[in-house]
């Protein structure tokens, strides 16, 4: 499962993510992690729930990323739901260019059973096709 939370910034999406994670979390007898490109979030987030700063690793682009979420996903059976908080600014790219990202999240998914939360922000106007389908 994806769900995206796409719109302009500030339009609430981090808001409706921390909610949606520390609601996971509660209900969750797998394990959640949350990717964020500050710590500024940490606080905001239960304790159980695995915290990843992008910045302290050197990642730079969606494919890199991509690798990324499959070695957290393979580290880690249990891992049942990912957020990724601010997809564009994590990766340096625009909504447009990611559909090969998002094919490999969709893969992901389906082959380990992981649910991804993403945050994404752009014009809803002009949301690309296959990201309008998991708004």
Known sequence: MIKVFYGKKGTGKTKQ?????NACSKETSGSVVYIDDSN??????????RFINILDYPIYGSEPFLGFLCGVVSQNYDIETIFIDGLTYIVH???ESLRTFFEGVEKISAEHNAHFYISINGDEAATPDFIAKYI
Not at 17 to 21: I, R, S, T, Y
Not at 40 to 49: D, F, P, V, Y
């Open 40 to 49: 500024e979030l940490m606080m905001k987030l239960s304790h159980k729930i």
């Open 17 to 21: 993510m921390l909610d949606a994670a």
């Open 93 to 95: 790219q625009t909504p």
